[in-house]
């Protein structure tokens, strides 16, 4: 089992920044690639960014990619997510997720989850 709490949502104008953290702890969450993913009240939940175990590799989609970094500390079995320019339309729950069977980018494939973090974007 892997354990993910997310931390670091909050309130934030538009054009602002946040950074969201996600703490793994269990068995060896270090080996897994990590994934952020978010939800919109009325919409499904879709792929925001992932990274692989080493943190050689990461993808973003298409709507967060320049504004958004993953990054992760092995060291601190911690993944993160810097937000920067954010627009109303970042408001969501955002989950982190680890070990994904077949496509980075599948919710449906990732086995373990974390309780999610708000983020809401003032315009």
């Known amino acids: 089992q892997v354990q993910l709490v997310e931390s670091g949502g909050g309130l934030v104008q538009a054009g602002g920044s946040l950074r969201l953290s996600c703490a793994a702890s269990?068995?060896?969450?270090?080996?897994?690639?990590v994934g952020w993913f978010r939800q919109a009240p009325g919409k499904e939940r879709e792929f925001v960014a992932v990274?692989?175990?080493?943190?050689?590799?990461?993808y973003y989609a298409d709507s967060v990619k320049g504004r958004f970094t993953i990054s992760r500390d092995n060291a601190k079995n911690t993944v993160y997510l810097q937000m920067n320019s954010l627009k109303p339309e970042d408001t969501a729950v955002y989950y982190c997720?680890?070990?994904?069977?077949?496509?980075?980018?599948?919710?449906?494939?990732?086995?373990?989850w974390g309780q999610g973090t708000q983020v809401t974007v003032s315009s």
């Open positions: 990274i692989s175990w080493s943190g050689g590799s990461t």
């Open positions: 997720a680890a070990d994904p069977d077949g496509s980075w980018s599948l919710a449906s494939d990732y086995e373990f």
């Open positions: 269990g068995r060896t969450p270090s080996n897994y690639p």
